[in-house]
């Protein structure tokens, strides 16, 4: 039976591949150097932007946006240009990747807001560090220089925090929503839908949290929000409060 070929629109996307057999896939410095330097060139050539990534072992997850629907043509010049690299270097010639990658098309702000936690907290999860900051092939590192790599200049937390770097990092450290995360291992193949990712209404969201009596009516709000599919980013903000304080309103209300 041939294969379904992949519906694609413009859109976020949370992208994994791994290496055939669950390999190894960067051996050395120079293979996650080689990998970063193919990403964003090929990420120039096609208008992608890149949001956030982690180079694992045998693996790697990329959150992406594209504006065309080109998102195969560039994961082809992607994986088949390192695979060439990486099997001229060590000598080896046979399939690199395990299969096609895998995409997930980012529906809502909520997802891609875990999404940004997931795939930074990715090496502290598998015990490879102990601070997200010791981990040099993601892009989180990056966010706290001066100077910021072109491929990462568009990036989500760039433009919306422009430097905040204990913001950042309060954000990136936060705990995952579990409840969120279950909903995208469930999504094991591309969603063939309509892009309906929506920018949330703020207006709306700080009309819903505003004029408050008391703090228990606040958190109610909270939760209202939140279950309406605001993130707690976006709810914090509004607020003027942190994001972790926003989770503990959240957590405590689930019991």
């Known amino acids: 039976m041939p294969r ?18 669950q390999r190894v896939i ?37 959150l992406i946006e594209t504006s065309t629907d080109n998102l195969s043509k560039f994961m082809r010049q992607l994986n088949m240009n390192y695979a060439i690299y990486f099997n001229k270097k060590y000598k080896r010639v046979g399939h690199l990747w395990q299969g096609r990658f895998k995409s997930w098309f980012v529906t809502d702000e909520a997802y891609l807001y875990t999404l940004m936690l997931y795939i930074e907290q990715n090496p502290l999860k598998a015990n490879m560090v102990k601070t997200l900051e010791e981990y040099p ?3 989180y590192h990056y966010f706290f220089k001066k100077e ?26 936060s705990a995952v929503d579990i409840s969120v995360l279950q909903e995208l291992k469930k999504a094991s193949s591309l969603i063939e839908a309509p892009n309906i990712a929506k920018k949330p209404n703020i207006a709306k969201l ?12 606040r958190n109610r709000k909270i939760v209202k929000a939140y279950e309406q599919g605001y993130s707690q980013h976006i709810i914090a903000k509004v607020l003027g409060i942190s994001q972790p304080a926003v989770f503990g309103v959240i957590k405590r209300s689930r019991g």
């Open 26 to 62: 960067f051996k050395e410095a120079s293979d996650y150097e080689q990998f970063e330097e193919l990403m964003c060139f090929y990420m120039q050539s096609y208008g992608i932007t890149l949001h956030n990534y982690s180079l694992m072992t045998n693996h790697y997850h990329l």
């Open 206 to 217: 700080r009309k819903m949290l505003t004029n408050t009596k008391d703090l228990q009516e």
């Open 137 to 139: 092939y993601s892009s």
């Open 4 to 21: 379904r070929p992949r519906i694609e629109i413009a859109g976020y996307y949370h992208i994994i591949n791994r290496g055939v057999e």
């Open 148 to 173: 910021i790599p072109q491929c990462l200049q568009q990036a989500w937390i760039v433009q919306n925090h422009r430097g905040d770097h204990q913001a950042i990092e309060a954000m990136l450290n």
